[in-house]
């Protein structure tokens, strides 16, 4: 993509670490600042539709939704104005910002965008007992984890591909977690908006309120959190569909996706020339192999905690 439109450079382009599947680099013009990103094309777990994506951006920036105002869209590069804020951690964050995050979900949820494409589930991948014996012949540092864990994870997928999703089904961001947000004068700004598309009202739901409700594991779930988001989602407009596993289906689903991704990373183990380094990628595997099964073992507590007000 050509960047001379962003304006002068007065330094280069420098490299923001730590993305779990694209590069972001920062530019400084005399036209303002601008994040400047490298999408991780090559080894995608579903197409991009960088148009639709852009006219949603759009769309959402018009409408007064807090994130960095869209500048450009390429084939494989992304250009925001730079949107300055506190990142925040992987812990409950504040009721009122957790409220407004409901309300942001809401006024997404009423966006009039036009989205053609219609969602299809692929079957969820079934070869755990492969990836095991790979890991280990490979001495990988979390095979033997996973060796002990083939089943549960064979469990996970039959779950994610036969869990009944009762819709609504909405056009939304679909990755709203603490890595995609920032906190400006404690309100939030939401970033990273490739993976918006079509999902089911209560995966969107269920994946948001629990992801900022909750530490990295799942011992310190705030269940007030968790509902600040769904009390900011009614008041902005928004109707609450009926509970059941389907709220956390979603969250499951892209995580097991997301863990059987970086452990083919690992098990490539080569330093490839795009998407997250190879130590992420060891990290992000590790945790998907310890935490999925706790996750998934926790769905009848989750459901009874989350359900009362």
């Keep these: 993509m050509d960047l001379s439109r ?14 779990f599947a694209n590069r972001m680099y ?40 807090p994130m960095p105002e869209p500048i450009s869209a390429g084939h494989d590069t992304l ?10 951690p992987e812990a409950p964050v504040p009721a009122a910002y957790a409220f407004e995050i409901g309300e942001i979900l809401a006024r997404i ?17 079934r070869d755990w007992p492969e990836l095991a014996e790979r890991a280990t012949a490979t001495g990988q540092p979390w095979a033997g984890e996973l060796a002990s864990r083939v089943e549960t994870f064979l469990a996970i997928a039959r779950f994610v591909d036969t869990c009944e999703r ?16 920032l906190a400006h004068e404690d309100r939030p700004v939401v970033l990273d908006w490739e993976l918006s598309g079509m999902l089911d009202l209560s995966s969107e739901l269920g994946s948001t309120a629990l992801s900022i409700a909750k530490g990295p594991g799942f011992d310190g779930i705030q269940p007030a959190v968790f509902r600040a988001v769904l009390d900011g989602y009614v008041a902005g407009g928004g109707a609450l ?4 596993p389907s709220w956390f289906v979603f969250m499951i689903g892209g995580w097991l996706g997301h863990t059987r991704w970086n452990i083919l990373r690992c098990l490539a183990g080569v330093e490839a020339g795009t998407g997250p380094e190879l130590a ?18 926790r769905l009848p507590q989750l459901q009874e905690l989350l359900r009362s007000p």
């Design 79 to 88: 250009v925001h104005r730079w949107a300055e804020g506190e990142k925040i």
């Design 6 to 19: 962003l304006g002068a450079p007065i330094g280069p382009m420098i490299r923001v670490h730590g993305g």
């Design 241 to 244: 569909p009926p509970w059941g």
């Design 109 to 125: 949820h009423a966006l009039d965008v036009a989205w053609t494409d219609v969602p299809t589930e692929e079957p969820v991948a």
């Design 166 to 181: 009762p819709g609504p089904v909405v056009l939304t961001h679909r990755d709203i977690q603490p890595w995609n947000l």
């Design 280 to 297: 992420l990628s060891h990290e992000s595997a590790r945790n998907g192999v310890r935490g999925l099964p706790d996750l998934f073992g």
């Design 26 to 65: 920062r530019l400084d013009t005399d036209q303002g600042s601008f994040a400047v990103k490298e999408l991780n094309l090559a080894d995608r777990r579903s197409a991009y539709r960088v148009e639709d994506v852009f006219r949603f951006e759009r769309a959402a920036f018009a409408a007064g939704i």
